[in-house]
């Protein structure tokens, strides 16, 4: 009689293509059950069929636009009533490039929606489990934008919606991250740079000319950083001491800004 199937569990959003497709590939070989979340059922369909086949994976497909209030709230439902969830990746998104006096209001509210309020929400939704499991893990992906908000529009992109949400994410899953020392519960958010997809495709930008990591190296990126223990990955950063760095500055201004008087250059001249 063979033993009962034990697999643990990992849910990834925006899995239909790119980033979170690779995730959830490479998840499927490590031994992991999927459950598959994004807004093409036909594509999700395709990767379960595919992942049952070539991996031996348990694979849902629960397709659910994240910006509606209902679908989320589906999405939630199955994350906290899940005991075996091991794994949430939150990757879903979209950008939405254009300077911001042009940005559509709409816009901006699916933006927040799916780089915001749903990476917040679905994390809340797993993480009391898992501390009560006392393991799991959550990997959300941002962008290096998240990081670019002192930088003009050009080269780059107009994007302060964007990027402002994925900065969001970054100071979010860092703070989740510092709460959760010594639950067994892991979180980490990862900033790649340009990736080869669809992602810019679709907005109408040819990159095809300009080198772009794989899918396959993010996600390889960040699972060897997640087994190491490292909140913050950046997979195309040889020098991780500029990381701490960037936080040992960002502390700095912190401490020392945290006082009752104005700065010198604040103050009245007499």
Do not use: W
């Not at 009391?128 to 992906?141: T, Y």
């Not at 919606?161 to 010594?182: C, D, R, S």
């Not at 772009?212 to 001491?241: K, N």
């Amino acid at each position: 009689m063979s033993s009962p199937r034990s697999r643990p569990r990992a849910l990834v959003t925006g899995a239909s293509s790119g980033i979170g497709r690779s995730y959830a590939e490479r998840l499927a070989r490590d031994g992991y059950d999927l459950v598959l979340v994004a807004r093409r059922r036909e594509r999700l369909e395709d990767l379960a069929e595919q992942l049952r086949r070539e991996a031996d994976a348990h694979a849902e497909a629960l397709p659910a636009d994240l910006t509606n209030a209902a679908d989320l709230a589906r999405v939630e439902a199955r994350i906290s009533g899940d005991e075996s969830l091991a794994l949430l990746i939150n990757n879903a998104g979209f950008g939405s490039y254009g300077p911001f006096v042009q940005v559509e209001p709409g816009a901006v509210d699916h933006l927040i929606g799916i780089h915001v309020r749903a990476v917040a929400r679905l994390t809340r939704a797993a993480v009391p489990g898992m501390v009560r499991r006392g393991a799991g893990g959550v990997i959300n992906v941002a962008s290096l934008l998240a990081l670019s908000g002192s930088m003009p529009p050009n080269p780059l992109p107009h994007r302060s919606v964007y990027a402002g949400a994925k900065a969001f994410i970054v100071t979010f899953t860092q703070a989740v991250a510092g709460e959760l020392v010594g639950t067994g519960v892991r979180v980490q958010v990862c900033l790649p740079g340009l990736v080869a997809t669809e992602f810019h495709t679709v907005q109408g930008m040819d990159l095809s000319r300009i080198p772009r990591m794989t899918a396959a190296d993010v996600v390889a990126a960040s699972l060897a950083a997640f087994a190491q223990g490292e909140v913050t990955c950046i997979p195309g950063l040889d020098d991780a001491s500029l990381v701490e760095r960037l936080a040992e500055a960002q502390r700095a201004v912190l401490m020392s800004a945290n006082r009752p008087t104005l700065a010198r250059r604040y103050q009245p001249i007499n």
